[in-house]
Every structure is written in C-alpha cells, then in structure tokens.
C-alpha cells in the first residue's frame, strides 16, 4: 500500500513545481546568449575555467571595455558550454559596436583556448547570440 501512495504525494509538489516561473529578465538589461566550444576531440581535466565576456570594440585605437563577464569551472564537462550574459542597457549605445569573446585557462592560469575572430552582438544588426569555436594555443 505504501508503494501505491508515495507516487501520489509527490503530484502536489509537482504541480507546484511545474507552476512557478521563472524570474522575467530585468527591462534594465540585455541578454546575450553565448555558445563556446572547440575543435580539438578531447575533454579537458578539472580545474580548466571559462571565461566569456561582452566587450565594446568600437575603438581600434584603445583597449576593449568589458560591458558583461562571467566564469565557470568547467569540472571535466565536454563542450559546448552555454551560457548566458546580462548587459546593462545604459551601457548600449546604437552607434558603438560589440563583441562576444570566450578563452579556456587551466588551474595554472596558463590560455589553452581562445577566441580568433570577431563575433559581434547587439548593435548594426547583429542578433543577441553568437556561437563561437574557440581555437587551442600552443
């Protein structure tokens, strides 16, 4: 008989569950969705990070600046890695231009992946996505 009704109390918190919502992004910011993977048909060990960061390029004669930068411990997972950045919308300007960029380090620090072309997000008609295929350094 107890096998028979533990199924059932466990409907309600289900439901619950399958009711609530997930938090609506904030009208004070931008999403971007990024895609990273690489080439190279190996799993990288534990204590690798990605590192994905939103950066404004419109300036060929000066640094990028960061507008959104997040970090994740890959831990041993395969690619791709997804993940998603929320750029301040007072930070977007129509006349600038933006890029998405992804690099890999190792425990060390030491680059083993990183981004070679440009992937542009946000503004001169590009989508708030970008997939990018990061390439190994030497």
Partial sequence: MRSFLAPLVMI?????????TSPEPSSD???????????ERIM??????????????????APSRVLAETRQP???????YAVTLSVP????????EYAARAEIRDAAGALRF??????SVLTRGASNSADIVMVGVR
């Fill in 29 to 39: 910011t931008t999403e971007v969705r990024v895609t990273a993977t690489y080439r």
């Fill in 44 to 61: 990288l060990p534990p204590g690798h990070t990605l590192t994905v960061r939103i950066e404004d390029v419109s300036r060929a004669d």
């Fill in 12 to 20: 309600p918190a289900l439901m619950a569950a399958a009711c609530t």
């Fill in 114 to 119: 990183t981004t070679d072309t440009r992937h």
């Fill in 89 to 96: 919308n007072d930070e977007i300007d129509s006349r600038f």
């Fill in 74 to 80: 890959l831990d041993g997972r395969a690619p791709p």
